[in-house]
């Protein structure tokens, strides 16, 4: 059981928008930053997303992200087949630790 | 461009300690937080702990018991042992970099560099 909920899966044809929400708490997500990680099939995570909405150099502006309250979302514009991958939102927890969410799984029809 | 590899055994018997090695080259070990995250066959990312070039420490509440991460900088590894595993601890485990701080009243985090992961079955 992941401390922040994402959902299990999301699709969407090429071309589409597709936004996967990252639910937690005010101990976490309420309280600190978010950063977003796309981990393509067999490879390790990726960063995608930093201090909530930041986009690291070399990541397209296809990606975006946001955070309200409680809750963040990331945002991905005119979907190509290549971003099929499993998507994790974490931050930092009042419990001292770092956490993550249990993962969304992007599907490009 | 900075790189991590990770390095250590892939078969790991239960009870046994479970010892990983991460050397970062292409930047410096100094000024930074490094990191080690799990991810279990089929499942999520796990935080296991972090630690700072002074050897400052933090650890999942979770796996506190178990774990030690230390840091070698005139080597620019950094390792991680996890003692009495089980199978439970079978997982690709990662090694990262992680931009860490804190201002204004939050706490900013980012893993922006990772290893690209090691296998490590705990069987007999």
């Known amino acids: 059981q992941s401390v922040l909920t994402q959902p299990p899966s999301v699709s969407a044809a090429p071309g589409q928008k597709v936004t996967i929400s990252c639910s937690g708490s005010?101990?976490?997500?309420?309280?600190?930053?978010v950063s977003w990680y796309q981990q393509l099939p067999g490879t390790a995570p990726k960063l995608l997303i930093y201090?909530?909405?930041k986009r690291p150099s070399g990541i397209p502006d296809r990606f975006s992200g946001s955070k309200s309250g409680t809750s963040a979302t990331l945002g991905i514009t005119g979907l190509q087949t290549g971003d099929e991958a499993d998507y994790y939102c974490g931050t930092w927890d009042s419990s001292l630790s770092a956490v993550f969410g249990g993962g969304t799984k992007l599907t490009v029809l | 461009q900075v790189q991590l590899q990770e390095s250590g055994p892939g078969l790991v018997k239960p009870s046994e300690t479970l010892s990983l090695t991460c050397t970062v080259s292409?930047?410096?070990?100094?000024?930074?937080?490094w990191s080690w995250i799990r991810q279990p066959p089929g499942k999520g990312l796990e935080y296991i702990g972090y630690i700072y070039d002074s050897g400052s420490t933090n650890y999942d509440p979770s796996l506190k018991s178990r774990v030690t991460i230390s840091v070698d900088t005139s080597k620019s590894q950094f390792s991680l042992r996890l003692s009495s595993v089980t199978a439970a601890d079978t997982a690709v485990y990662y090694c990262?970099?992680?931009?860490?701080?804190?201002?204004?009243?939050?706490?900013?985090?980012?893993?922006?560099?990772w290893g690209q992961g090691t296998l490590v079955t705990v069987s007999s």
């Open positions: 292409g930047g410096s070990i100094s000024y930074y937080y």
């Open positions: 005010n101990s976490n997500i309420g309280k600190n930053y």
């Open positions: 201090d909530n909405n």
């Open positions: 990262a970099r992680l931009n860490f701080y804190y201002g204004s009243g939050s706490y900013y985090l980012a893993f922006d560099y």
